[in-house]
């Protein structure tokens, strides 16, 4: 199975939903170095070194758990996430004299162990609970430190932190399979993960009933990859589908955070969004660029046409009538781009009713 990094961020960002988990991550994090700071300070917690190790991985947590929603967050980012809070929580695991701290501590795996199933795969959740069990084993065992326990004991606490560490990583991996395989066949493009026509007429109705029409843009934007059957013809439809998701990974990058970003036919994508009007020359400045890098073999273009409503209409007659004209003239913009030799990018600017 494919990493779901990509997949499960853009779901997010599709939905609205992108920066309130980032936010819940973040305070995670954050409440976990509260956790092991104030363990240190308010008891006194017997640790099996002289170097308050404890302390300064719960300092390191709550910086990361304010910057975890204010920095952006890559695949291998989240990865390297992952490796550092596996270490970290081994660390202040495997420090703890006490038997039953040890354990409470390594029911964290648990929570990583989910973040793995939402944001990863099944060999990243593997590897990770290889780690972890190994960890559990040597607490357990008394590794470190010298406090007696029996066969009986410590054959209980592996077997209770194991299952804690893995039925439920493991179980809401396969649920968010199952309700990921149902969403793609509903309203999501099975190889972009973008919104396919069905799922962007419900997010361009939901942005229309926020637009307010006080000084706001109504943007469409129509891509179309130019000469995209040669890339089939020449190199092959693997190599196809991955100049796709190139170009559907470039647009998520450009678009703002709640746009609506579709594919709607084999080559061809369409964003809406709703911004400030102050904010449009900017945006519009930066796709042509962003269509554009970086530079990778094989190398594409795309040809845009955007079309721009500024302000609202009368009822919703109109609405719906301006709506459509709209991804009209974005679709005619995109076509005289077409025209020049591609490469391009065409704006027209809507004018009411």
Not at 113 to 119: D, K, R, S, V
Not at 230 to 257: E, K, P
Request: aromatic letters at 8%.
């Amino acid at each position: 199975m494919p990493d779901q990094f990509d997949r499960f961020t853009r779901l997010l960002r599709g939905n609205g939903f992108l920066e309130a988990t980032r936010i819940l991550i973040g305070l995670m994090v954050f409440s976990m170095g509260v956790t092991v700071v104030g363990k240190r300070l308010g008891t006194a917690s017997d640790q099996v070194s002289s170097i308050p190790l404890d302390m300064m991985i719960g300092v390191l947590a709550l910086i990361g758990g304010l910057a975890y929603p204010v920095f952006t967050t890559t695949r291998n980012r989240s990865l390297q996430f992952v490796i550092a809070s596996d270490v970290s929580i081994a660390i202040i695991v495997l420090t703890e004299a006490d038997l039953d701290q040890r354990l409470l501590g390594s029911l964290v795996f648990g929570l990583m162990g989910t973040y793995i199933a939402f944001f990863h795969n099944m060999r990243a959740h593997l590897v990770h609970l290889l780690f972890s069990i190994t960890i559990v084993v040597a607490a357990c065992c008394g590794v470190f430190t010298e406090e007696p326990t029996t066969f009986f004991d410590t054959f209980g606490r592996i077997l209770f932190a194991v299952s804690v560490i893995s039925v439920v990583p493991f179980l809401t991996q396969i649920a968010l399979i199952l309700l990921s395989n149902d969403a793609q066949g509903s309203e999501l493009d099975p190889l972009t993960d973008l919104l396919n026509r069905r799922g962007l007429a419900r997010r361009t109705a939901e942005l229309i009933r926020s637009k307010s029409g006080i000084g706001q843009s109504l943007l469409v934007v129509v891509i179309d990859i130019d000469n995209f059957k040669q890339f089939n013809d020449t190199f092959g439809h693997d190599v196809g589908d991955r100049v796709i998701i190139r170009t559907a990974n470039r647009l998520t990058a450009w678009a703002r955070a709640d746009a609506a970003i579709a594919r709607v036919g084999g080559d061809e994508f369409i964003v809406v969004q709703i911004m400030p009007l102050s904010d449009v020359g900017d945006l519009i400045s930066r796709i042509h660029p962003a269509m554009n890098t970086p530079i990778v073999e094989p190398r594409s273009t795309t040809s845009i046409g955007i079309a721009i409503h500024n302000g609202s209409w009368l009822d919703a007659d109109a609405e719906e009538a301006g709506i459509d004209a709209l991804h009209r003239l974005a679709d005619s913009a995109m076509y005289e781009s077409k025209r020049l030799g591609g490469n391009h990018v065409h704006t027209i600017v809507m004018t009411s009713p």
